[in-house]
Nanobody, 112 residues
Framework: QLAESGGGLVQPGGSLRLSCAAS????????MAWYRQAPGKQRELVAS???????NYLDAVKGRFAISRDNTKNTVYLQMNSLKPDDTAVYYC????????WGQGTPVTVSS
């Protein structure tokens, strides 16, 4: 149902864009969100976007990350700028609340 991509290794201050492809049924109904789970920590909500494109962000990423959705492609994006080592985590997309099956996620490592 959900397929995340776009992660990788990036230096501090760099950028990445994550993508999440979903089925049309999911995309039209649900508020979609990006979550992340860092090693040894609980999964946390990073950003969400409603079908009407109202967005919300974790305080730690405000001003650096931007969530968007392309309704023609059933895809949600997360543009991540000014990345910090603390952003290192596996990133997942899901609905908000996360009531869909989790995908495998895409790992992001921020390191010099």
């Amino acid at each position: 149902q959900l397929a995340e991509s776009g992660g990788g290794l990036v230096q501090p201050g760099g950028s990445l864009r994550l993508s999440c492809a979903a089925s049309r049924t999911i995309f039209n109904i649900y508020k979609m969100a990006w979550y992340r789970q860092a090693p040894g920590k609980q999964r946390e909500l990073v950003a969400s976007i409603a079908p009407g494109s109202i967005t919300n962000y974790l305080d730690a990423v405000k001003g650096r990350f931007a969530i968007s959705r392309d309704n023609t492609k059933n895809t949600v994006y997360l543009q991540m700028n000014s990345l910090k080592p603390d952003d290192t985590a596996v990133y997942y997309c899901n609905a908000e609340p996360p009531n869909l099956n989790w995908g495998q996620g895409t790992p992001v490592t921020v390191s010099s």
